[in-house]
């Protein structure tokens, strides 16, 4: 504050012009001096500013659905509307009549609203939303409020006015709107302490659905994004705030170098799409050696990959590291009686189908009283010319005496009138031309009337059925503008991707064993595998202890370092064989353990914990290899066996904190390796999910079988392709997908087909080729297409001929005996030279694989196949599908003693061999 008198301030506002009346006392920036409480101040401007952002412009109103801003373009288009297209900047110089705000802010909401493509007609450049382009100056693109706007949007009779801001004009407080607008068009804005996110629904499904909750139902509303892509709706919770939609890009496997990626994620753009494609690529995440972005009408992005990248990995990869998949959290609010409201979907379309059922009411209603005074005046009319009444007030010689004349000669008729004539009534009689009395025609009048006493009774009939009538008002405007409106994105249920499993390696793990320190930055160090910078690193060490932890560039794990990997949650298959000597002098122990859960960072001893513990023998085994091991004893007197071998193959899987097995309580000197086996876990149980189209071991969708060593999936594809797929869990299969079995290569593929070429269906069987790409089995001509395929030699064919080109009756043929087994080249055999109306199949496409079936087929996994997978040592932790399917088909073995575990395995007698046991 300055230190000059209160009195030479104030005379200085004087010089100044300032007014004590004009402006608060007190208040800074108004010329005024005094003491004023900021505190109150904040509080209260900023709840005015809190109140008007939310309220007058990012918040959407229940009753149109629109901002205020929104309301305002449309009303002003509106205003301007002659049927041709007006100047974009002319629409926003008139807009700036009702909305106080600057012309870029109207601009950008007039293209956003132009671009929702449903109540603007646009002409120009108006940007790409696939792109992110923007759109062109408002001086170069034109616009005109479409059909679909005018015949639903607007109506004069049933709109509030309220002045516009400056009090020159009117505007709506409320748009008629008869149509759930803002589900159609979605709405986002970011006001103070509040956001609005409401997603966009499909246009013809919001009519059904419309017509659905007019008829008492309750329709589930999910959303459909211009961008079209795939969606995850579980969570949606019908748009209230805390749901959850996950939203992914379609991505098509062009070759086993390139992938393309079709329709994006709805809230992206083609452009930071590829920006985020390319920040995982810097980062390591995923391998990319060239984008190509070719959208133009559609999105279209080519993603070549680096040599030696798995394309199915990088696709889940793109969805755990990119923008491919994204998150969006919807948050339904509008403003309700000057209000904001937190609502859902279901009640926005509710309270939208109530407000359309009470317009459409309130203009039947307008459109009766129309017509009711239509009908009054042609009959008074009539009467008024019929009568002669007009022929009184020649007599007249005032006004008074006219209307008064005119009164009384009604009066004998005003019983066949619906209301009571008034003064107004008589003044528009005499302004009746002589003309029109002197050529006015009874039989038409009468035909007027009565036409006027059929609509009432139309509109009245309407209002007694309104909400019939509602339901056909929706009707009619899905017949009219529902063409080329259907769903765009696809619903289905997401796995969920883990980022570890798909992360590309891009690093490499060093060992700094003398100093017990790993990770990616110790360069010149010993290599001992490739990870990601989010994976787990489990590390054993020679004193029996062992770790997980998170890989980092450099970081401590300890001394004595017997094997270092990462290391992958729930890995079943990967199996460690470990022998340890139980304190300095103790004797030694055998086991064969899984890792499957830990906690990070924790240490763990796999020895049986007595101090001077020592490990002398480890090895990892990813396949679950057996292997047998040659155990050298330390000498002594009456040893007369120094060494003797030990197959791990019949040891028991157990838990990694179990003791093991007693293998000998003489000292040990050397234990080596002899002999390598093969894998103990034999098969693996693998079922195909269709909702996701994915292959898992967790017992989801249809059971493919066993699958082991060289076993493939065959698929065939609609386009007439077949393709072989390995039996990866990670594999994308197709949407063209028709059927997805274990591939048998002595069953022979039936096809059924329209040959392009001679127009005409071709039968052909043949067995299927192992191949690497895709093969076609019908013919490349463009118009040849599969219609028909079976697996089971079995099936028939029905053939329905078209009566109306021969009267042939229905035909069924075995297709095993209609043609034999070829080669995949072949063309196959005619069908039929008549006219065909349709075919089907008389059996099935394939038979579904189950236990059972492999039973009888002797394909059922034995327990040496399976291995002895422990169950898990968690208490109260449910067993996996693949485990209880192992336990259901446990082959019985012969009873055999049990003996301890502390019973040595080559026994007490020096020099005698015995048999391994189960534990």
Not at 494 to 517: M, Q, S, W
Request: aromatic share 8%.
């Amino acid at each position: 504050m300055s230190d000059e008198p209160e009195e030479q301030l104030n005379d200085d506002v004087e010089e100044t012009g300032g007014t004590g009346a004009a402006s608060p006392e007190g208040v800074p920036g108004t010329g005024q001096a005094g003491t004023f409480s900021v505190s109150g101040m904040y509080r209260e401007w900023f709840l005015d500013y809190a109140s008007y952002v939310i309220l007058e412009r990012a918040v959407p109103a229940l009753y149109d659905g629109l901002k205020p801003v929104q309301r305002r373009i449309l009303h002003s288009m509106k205003v301007l509307d002659d049927g041709r297209y007006n100047k974009v900047a002319n629409i926003i110089g008139h807009t700036m009549q009702y909305h106080p705000h600057g012309d870029a802010s109207i601009g950008d909401a007039l293209v956003q609203l132009g671009q929702k493509d449903l109540l603007i007609d646009m002409q120009g450049n108006w940007g790409n939303t696939l792109t992110g382009d923007s759109a062109a100056a408002p001086r170069y693109i034109e616009a005109r409020l479409s059909k679909f706007a005018n015949d639903v949007v607007f109506n004069p009779k049933t709109t509030e006015w309220q002045a516009s801001y400056d009090g020159r004009n009117k505007e709506p407080v409320f748009l008629p709107v008869k149509f759930p607008l803002l589900l159609a068009q979605g709405g986002e804005g970011i006001a103070v302490g509040l956001s609005c996110k409401v997603l966009p629904h499909n246009f013809n499904e919001l009519i059904d659905a419309s017509i659905a909750v007019l008829k008492g139902k309750n329709p589930k509303l999910l959303p459909d994004f211009p961008t079209a892509g795939l969606a995850d709706a579980d969570n949606y919770d019908e748009g209230r705030r805390g749901g959850r939609i996950r939203c992914r890009a379609r991505i098509r496997k062009e070759d086993n170098k390139t992938l393309v990626i079709t329709e994006i994620p709805f809230g992206t753009t083609t452009a930071s799409l590829i920006e985020s494609i390319i920040k995982a690529n810097d980062k390591g995440k995923i391998k990319v050696r060239h984008i190509e972005d070719n959208t133009a009408a559609n999105a279209e992005i080519a993603i070549h990959l680096a040599a030696g990248v798995s394309p199915d990995n990088t696709i889940d990869a793109l969805f755990a590291f990119t923008d491919c998949e994204l998150s969006i959290a919807p948050n339904a609010v509008v403003i309700e009686s000057d209000k904001p409201r937190f609502v859902g979907v279901n009640e926005l379309l509710k309270a939208s189908t109530e407000n359309t059922l009470r317009l459409l009411e309130l203009e039947l209603q307008i459109k009766q009283r129309e017509l009711q005074e239509q009908w009054h005046f042609a009959s008074l009319e009539r009467i008024f010319i019929e009568k002669k009444v007009y022929r009184k007030i020649e007599e007249a010689e005032t006004w008074e005496q006219v209307i008064s004349y005119i009164d009384k000669g009604l009066k004998p008729y005003v019983k066949e009138l619906r209301r009571a004539v008034t003064e107004e009534d008589i003044t528009r009689l005499t302004e009746i031309r002589i003309k029109r009395i002197s050529k006015y025609d009874s039989f038409k009048a009468d035909e007027h009337i009565k036409g006027l006493e059929e609509q009432l009774a139309d509109v009245q009939a309407k209002l007694n059925a309104l909400v019939d009538y509602a339901i056909d008002y929706f009707k009619e405007l899905k017949r009219k503008y529902g063409a080329g409106r259907e769903r765009k994105t696809e619903l289905r249920a997401f796995d969920t991707i883990v980022a570890t499993a798909v992360a590309v390696a891009n690093r490499k793990l060093y060992l700094d064993r003398a100093e017990g320190f790993m990770g990616w930055s110790l360069r010149g160090m010993e290599q001992v595998d490739e990870c990601s910078e989010i994976d787990d690193i489990i590390v054993f060490r020679d004193n029996g202890t062992m770790l997980v932890t998170k890989v980092a560039d450099k970081k401590f794990i300890g001394k004595g370092v017997l094997h270092i990997a990462v290391w992958k949650k729930n890995d079943e298959r990967t199996i460690y064989h470990l022998v340890y000597q139980d304190g300095s002098q103790g004797p030694s122990y055998m086991k064969r353990f899984a890792v499957t859960g830990i906690t990070r960072d924790k240490e763990y001893d796999l020895t049986n914990g007595t101090k001077g513990s020592k490990v002398l023998y480890f090895t990892a085994n990813p396949d679950g290899a057996s292997e047998t091991v040659r155990i050298l004893l330390r000498p002594r007197p009456n040893l007369r066996k120094t060494q003797f071998d030990v197959d791990f193959g019949t040891l028991a899987v157990k838990g990694r904190g179990s003791k093991g097995n007693l293998l000998t309580r003489h000292m040990v000197q050397k234990v080596t390796q002899k002999e390598r086996g093969g894998s103990t876990l034999g098969a693996i149980p693998i079922w195909f999910d269709p909702t996701v189209r994915r292959l898992n071991e967790a017992g989801h969708g249809r059971y493919l079988g066993r699958f082991s060593g060289e076993d493939k999936i065959l698929a065939i594809l609609s386009t007439g392709h077949y393709q072989l797929f390995p039996f990866v869990l990670g594999t994308h299969f197709p949407d063209e997908a028709l059927t997805i079995v274990k591939w048998n290569p002595e069953t022979p593929i039936t096809a059924v087909y329209w040959e392009g070429e001679k127009q005409q269906y071709n039968v052909k069987r043949f067995l299927p080729e192992a191949a690497r790409d895709p093969v076609l089995f019908i013919t490349d001509h463009p118009d040849s297409k599969l219609v028909l395929h079976t697996l089971v030699p079995e099936t028939g064919l029905h053939i329905a001929f078209d009566k109306r080109s021969n009267d042939r009756p229905d035909e069924d043929i075995a297709l095993a005996e209609f043609i034999a087994v070829k080669g995949v080249k072949a063309i196959g055999n005619r069908l039929t030279p008549y006219k065909v109306k349709d075919l089907q199949l008389t059996g099935d496409v394939f038979t579904e694989m189950t236990p059972e079936l492999e039973e009888q087929q002797q394909m059922l996994i034995t327990e040496e196949e399976i291995g002895h997978l422990a169950p898990p040592e968690e208490e109260g932790l449910e067993r996996s599908p693949m485990e209880e399917f192992r336990r259901s088909h446990k082959v019985e073995k012969p009873e055999k003693e049990d003996r301890s575990p502390d019973d040595p395995i080559i026994g007490n007698k020096p020099g005698k061999q015995m048999d391994l046991e189960w534990d």
